[in-house]
């Protein structure tokens, strides 16, 4: 049976630390604030809202919603965002997309400013990965499963990591980051060749393809290493799943991160870490 690389341990100890710098910071004046900018009532964002709402109030982050309702006009829509970028009490900015293609989401993410984009989702967030440069942050969900490589003590040095997905928000700023940790990185997707031989000649296995069930025992050897990224809902077994067939994988494999209680467990505490570091970067505080 392979060792479970749960979420919760990773996501507590990134909370008390950020707890912490949080009480540090309030010592000095300064209140770590999120901006929450939603548009209608969309199930999945509410969710979402919810687990960082809890994990902000457990780590001492206030937190200022700003819901425009479903029909909001573009005007109001990026006048809100202009405004949080100017507030200097608000030091970071979570929106949630996609937002209403009328709105252009392209458009809205890189209307939020960099300094305050701690869910890595504007292009000057992204250069600041790929240039391996502290500007902006890394997307959460790529930054959580370096979070846990480095939790459970995971050399990444040298090490060959298959990743399926080319997403922004997962797949190309994990690449980035894994390169920057000195591992070799091959990423796969729709278009390559035998993914299976690909991902059983890797010591490591990121699966963030978005599909559920996806891998099975085909794609892993014994010995290896599986963070899976994906979060679906199963109609067939009414739960949810993740991008890999765990009872395939998880008798062969050396590692994996379950699903759910692994990456999506970490991703919040990533969101309020960032906060808390774009608070003392903007008030000039190491």
Not at 32 to 43: K, W
Not at 65 to 93: C, Q
Not at 135 to 144: D, I, S
Not at 163 to 174: F, T
């Amino acid at each position: 049976m392979a060792e479970l690389l749960k979420g919760k341990p990773v996501a507590d100890a990134i909370t008390a630390k950020v707890r912490q710098e949080a009480e540090r910071l309030k010592a000095m004046g300064i209140i770590p604030t999120l901006a929450i900018i939603r548009v209608g009532e969309n199930e999945a964002d509410l969710s979402y809202e919810r687990g960082a709402l809890k994990r902000c109030e457990n780590a001492g982050i206030q937190v200022k919603k700003l819901v425009l309702p479903a029909d909001v006009s573009a005007e109001e829509f990026y006048d809100t965002i202009e405004k949080a970028n100017r507030d200097p009490k608000i030091h970071g900015i979570l929106m949630f997309r996609p937002v209403p293609k009328y709105l252009n989401n392209v458009k809205a993410r890189n209307a939020i400013a960099y300094e305050k984009d701690i869910d890595g989702c504007t292009d000057d967030s992204l250069a600041g990965v790929f240039t391996d440069t502290p500007k902006g942050f890394a997307p959460c969900t790529a930054q959580a499963v370096i979070e846990i490589f480095d939790h459970y003590g995971i050399e990444l040095k040298g090490k060959k990591v298959a990743i399926i997905g080319r997403s922004l928000v997962v797949g190309k700023p994990l690449a980035m980051l894994l390169l920057n940790r000195h591992a070799t990185v091959t990423v796969c997707h729709t278009r390559t060749v035998d993914i299976p031989s690909v991902t059983k000649d890797a010591d490591i296995v990121v699966a963030a393809a978005g599909q559920a069930e996806m891998l099975g025992k085909e794609y892993f050897r014994e010995g290896q290493i599986v963070a899976d990224v994906g979060i679906s809902w199963s109609e067939a077994k009414q739960k949810i799943t993740g991008d890999v067939k765990f009872d395939e994988a998880e008798p062969l494999v050396e590692k994996i991160t379950p699903v759910p209680g692994g990456v999506g467990s970490v991703t919040t505490s990533v969101l309020v870490s960032n906060l808390v570091t774009a608070a003392k970067r903007q008030n000039g505080i190491e």
